[in-house]
């Protein structure tokens, strides 16, 4: 069973993570875990789209990069994405891990893995985010 998540986790959500129907299951600076069903995020050909593993990939590393930066009240912004795809996946759910390579006082990199449901490596993304101060 997972842990419950941290408060601060759930204003990190946008419009594109809902539709993509982004399941938040861990968030802290040194892990990220979601994850994301196929169904309805898929290429005309019926397979997982690229683009949806970007997607996760660059959210779970942006939330991992502004729980790094909270304590000085910064935010993330991506600002470099590098994904490798492995593997087609049709059915279930991908689900990506980030964890730290850098954190950083101005930036923070992230390696994401992207897995299926048999846990093999569907994706595997570097992300950089700048971490900026926050405007309320």
């Not at 660059?58 to 930066?69: Q, V």
């Not at 593997?87 to 893995?113: D, N, Y």
């Not at 048999?118 to 595997?124: L, M």
Request: glycine letters at 8%.
């Amino acid at each position: 069973m997972t842990a419950a998540l941290p408060e601060w986790a759930s204003a990190l959500t946008s419009a594109l993570d809902s539709r993509m129907g982004l399941e938040l299951l861990e968030a802290s600076a040194e892990r990220v875990v979601g994850r994301v069903p196929v169904e309805g995020n898929t290429q005309p050909f019926g397979l997982w789209h690229g683009g949806a593993s970007c997607v996760l990939a660059e959210t779970l590393a942006s939330i991992g990069a502004t729980a790094h930066g909270m304590p000085d009240a910064k935010v993330a912004v991506g600002v470099d994405l590098n994904a490798t795809h492995h593997r087609a996946v049709r059915a279930g759910w991908v689900t990506g891990t980030a964890t730290p390579l850098h954190l950083g006082s101005r930036i923070a990199t992230f390696e994401v893995v992207l897995t299926d449901d048999r846990d093999a490596r569907v994706c595997t993304a570097r992300v950089t985010c700048q971490l900026i101060a926050r405007r309320d």
